[in-house]
C-alpha cells in the first residue's frame, strides 16, 4: 500500500493529462471505431509509458543499474535505427490495393499529384508559426494522410514530434468522413457535386498490372531516390498481389503482416507520447496545422479538378480531385455518398476509387521528395 501511495504521489499534472489523451484514443478506438487497430494500441501505449518509473522504458534503478524497456527497445530498434515497421506495412498496404481503376483511367494520377498540394502550403505555414525546417516539413507531411509515412519522415528529419504528428495523422484519417465533406461543400455546389460522371470500364492486361509497381518504383527512384524505400515497398507488395504465383503470401502480407506491424507500431509511437515531450503548447499547434494540411489537400483537389474542366471536354465531378488524398478507402466512400446525396443515381464511386489510389502513390512519392530536400 505504501508503494502504491509514493506512485500516486509522483504523477505529474502532464502525466494525468496524457492518461486522458490515451484514455480518449481508446475512446475513439472503441466506441466510434475510429482506426481501433492503431489509435487503441497507441491510447494504451500512452498510459503505459508515463506511469512512474514505467518498466517498458530504460530505467536506471539504484542497485540494478540500467534496465531496458520493451516499447522504447521497440522504438529505437523498429523505428529509430531501421524505420523497420512503417516500410513492412507498406508491404501489406501495397497488396491490399487493386489499381485497376487508376490504370483503367491514367488521368486520375493528375488529383492524386494535386490533392498533396496541402503538405507544401502547411510547411510554409509551419514555418511562419516558428517551427525549424525539419520540424515544419515533418508537420507538413501529416496532409499525406498517410499514417506510415508521416511517422517515418519525421523520425528520418529526426523531428522532435513524432508522437504529436503520429497522433494527428491517425486521428485525421479516421476524421475524413467528418473533415471531408466539410471542406468539399466549401468549395462546390449542389449542382456540382450532382454532375454526373459515366465510367467506361476498360480491362487492364496482367501484363500491365505486373509492369505497373516495377515501372513506377523505377520513375519514383529515379526523380526522388529518397523515396525508393517507401514507394519500393508499397510496390512490392503490388506486385505480390498482382504475380499471380504467390496468392498465399499476398493473403498473409494482407492480413497476418499488416495486422501485426499495424499493432506494434501503434503501441511503439508511444515511446515518443511522453507527457514531458507530448505535453506543450507546439502539440496543440501541430494538431491545428494538421487539420489545415487536411483541408488544404482536399479543397487543392477540388479546385484543380474545377481549373481542368476548363480546358477538357469531358468534364470532372470537382469532388473527384479531393478523393486524391492517400485516405483509402475513406475519402471515396466520402465522394461516392456526396454525390449520392446530390443525386441519388450519381455514382462517382469508381473514379474516386481511382483518384484515390493515385494518391497512395502520390503521398508516399511527397513523402520521398521531402525526404530528398530536407535531409541534408
Not at 510547411?123 to 517551427?131: D, E, K, N, Y
Not at 508521416?150 to 484519417?173: D, F, R, T
Request: charged share 10%; with cysteine; aromatic share 8%.
Amino acid at each position: 500500500m505504501e508503494f502504491l501511495w509514493e506512485g500516486l504521489l509522483s504523477i505529474t499534472w502532464q502525466q494525468l493529462v496524457m492518461y486522458c489523451v490515451g484514455g480518449l484514443l481508446i475512446y475513439l478506438a472503441v466506441q466510434k471505431q475510429y482506426e481501433p487497430a492503431l489509435l487503441l494500441p497507441m491510447g494504451f501505449g500512452a498510459i503505459l509509458v508515463n506511469l512512474p518509473a514505467s518498466g517498458v522504458i530504460n530505467q536506471i534503478t539504484q542497485g540494478v543499474g540500467e534496465t531496458h524497456g520493451i516499447i522504447q527497445w521497440l522504438f529505437e530498434n523498429g523505428i529509430e535505427i531501421s524505420e523497420a515497421f512503417p516500410l513492412l506495412l507498406f508491404i501489406g498496404i501495397g497488396a491490399m490495393i487493386d489499381f485497376g481503376p487508376l490504370l483503367a483511367n491514367p488521368k486520375l494520377f493528375l488529383f492524386g499529384a494535386a490533392a498533396q498540394i496541402g503538405i507544401f502550403l502547411t510547411i510554409i505555414v509551419a514555418v511562419f508559426c516558428g517551427f525549424d525546417i525539419r520540424d515544419a516539413a515533418s508537420v507538413g507531411i501529416i496532409g499525406a494522410a498517410d499514417g506510415p509515412t508521416s511517422i517515418l519522415v519525421s523520425q528520418v528529419l529526426k523531428s522532435s514530434y513524432v508522437g504529436p504528428i503520429a497522433v494527428a495523422a491517425y486521428s485525421y484519417m479516421a476524421l475524413v468522413p467528418i473533415i471531408q465533406p466539410f471542406a468539399i461543400k466549401l468549395v462546390t455546389t449542389k449542382k456540382e457535386r450532382a454532375m454526373r460522371m459515366p465510367y467506361a470500364s476498360g480491362k487492364v492486361s496482367r501484363r500491365t498490372r505486373i509492369l505497373f509497381p516495377i515501372l513506377v518504383s523505377i520513375v519514383a527512384g529515379l526523380v526522388a531516390p529518397a523515396s525508393v524505400s517507401l514507394v519500393g515497398f508499397l510496390m512490392f507488395g503490388n506486385l505480390i498481389r498482382e504475380c499471380g504465383v504467390l496468392n498465399s503470401l499476398s493473403e498473409t502480407a494482407q492480413h497476418e503482416l499488416a495486422n501485426l506491424i499495424t499493432l506494434l507500431l501503434g503501441i511503439t509511437i508511444s515511446f515518443s507520447m511522453r507527457a514531458e515531450q507530448f505535453v506543450s503548447l507546439q502539440t496543440l499547434i501541430i494538431l491545428g496545422l494538421g487539420l489545415v494540411a487536411f483541408v488544404l489537400d482536399s479543397v487543392g483537389g477540388v479546385l484543380f479538378a474545377k481549373l481542368l474542366n476548363l480546358f477538357c471536354k469531358n468534364k470532372v465531378n470537382p469532388m473527384i480531385g479531393a478523393a486524391g488524398i492517400s485516405a483509402f478507402p475513406m475519402s471515396a466512400r466520402v465522394v461516392e455518398k456526396l454525390g449520392m446525396e446530390a443525386d441519388n443515381q450519381n455514382h462517382l464511386l469508381m473514379h474516386a476509387v481511382g483518384a484515390n489510389v493515385a494518391g497512395q502513390i502520390a503521398s508516399v512519392v511527397a513523402g520521398g521528395v521531402i525526404l530528398q530536400y530536407f535531409m541534408g
